[in-house]
């Protein structure tokens, strides 16, 4: 059974840095390429980042300008998230998806991890 | 890289169908036939109803189908089914490994 869970949200103050963490199982992880998703309170869903299986192929939305930076850790199944001067509408939860790997979409999501940015 | 735009509700009685509209521009959705669309009860993972414009995954019911037409795509419930009252969202590959998602439709089972 596939299984992803999300780590790592906190409450953090504006300007600080977090550091998210989905660990895989029940799936070949370096098979896959990995996504960051995230849903403001209120808000839709709002693709974050995609890494691929070997983290040659790296992009992000534009709207991040260079704050996030996802990598991966296939000797631990393991994709991160590292999220720099934190702003307040970065609060929401934030989800780990599995790429289907041929039709660009994402089959699989984790539950997410809850992500505050407040003083 | 702007949302694509949905209906922020659709409602429909049991055994109804209804049908959300997704508008991209010539940049994703106008573009790439790669068009999925995902339910997401609050609380839940979001599911994969709908890959490809119209193809389901293996598990997902064939009451739900969905098509392209230019900039546009939908996806049609059929038979609505009170479960199936959740947020639905269209995703786009918008080119260069970036996705875009819709701003998401309420469906509300009366």
């Known amino acids: 059974e596939v299984q992803l869970v999300e780590s790592g949200g906190d409450l953090v103050q504006p300007g600080r840095s977090l550091r998210l963490s989905c660990a895989a199982s029940?799936?070949?992880?370096?098979?896959?390429?990995m996504h960051w998703v995230r849903q403001a309170p209120g808000k839709g869903l709002e693709w974050v980042a995609g890494?691929?299986?070997?983290?040659?192929?790296?992009a992000y939305a534009d709207s991040l300008k260079g704050r996030f930076t996802i990598s991966r850790d296939n000797t631990k199944n393991s994709l991160y998230l590292q999220m720099n001067s934190l702003r307040p509408e970065d609060m929401g939860v934030y989800y780990c998806?599995?790429?289907?790997?041929?039709?660009?979409?994402?089959?699989?999501w984790g539950q997410g991890t809850v992500v505050t940015v407040s003083s | 890289q702007s949302a694509l735009t949905q209906p922020a509700s659709v409602s429909g009685s049991p055994g109804q169908s209804i049908t959300i509209s997704c508008t991209g521009t010539?940049?994703?959705?106008?573009?790439?036939?790669?068009v999925s669309w995902y339910q997401h009860h609050p609380g839940k993972a979001p599911k994969l109803m709908i890959y490809?414009?119209?193809k389901r995954p293996s598990g997902v019911s064939n009451r739900f189908s969905g098509s392209k037409s230019g900039d546009t795509a939908s996806l049609t419930i059929s038979g609505l089914q009170a479960e199936d009252e959740a947020d639905y969202y269209c995703?786009?590959?918008?080119?260069?490994?970036?996705?875009?998602f819709g701003i998401g439709t309420k469906v509300t089972v009366l």
């Open positions: 998806a599995k790429d289907s790997r041929f039709f660009n979409a994402f089959d699989f």
């Open positions: 029940g799936l070949p992880f370096d098979d896959y390429a």
């Open positions: 890494i691929s299986w070997n983290s040659g192929d790296i």
């Open positions: 010539s940049s994703d959705v106008g573009t790439y036939n790669l």
């Open positions: 490809e414009v119209s």
């Open positions: 995703c786009s590959y918008a080119g260069s490994s970036t996705y875009v």
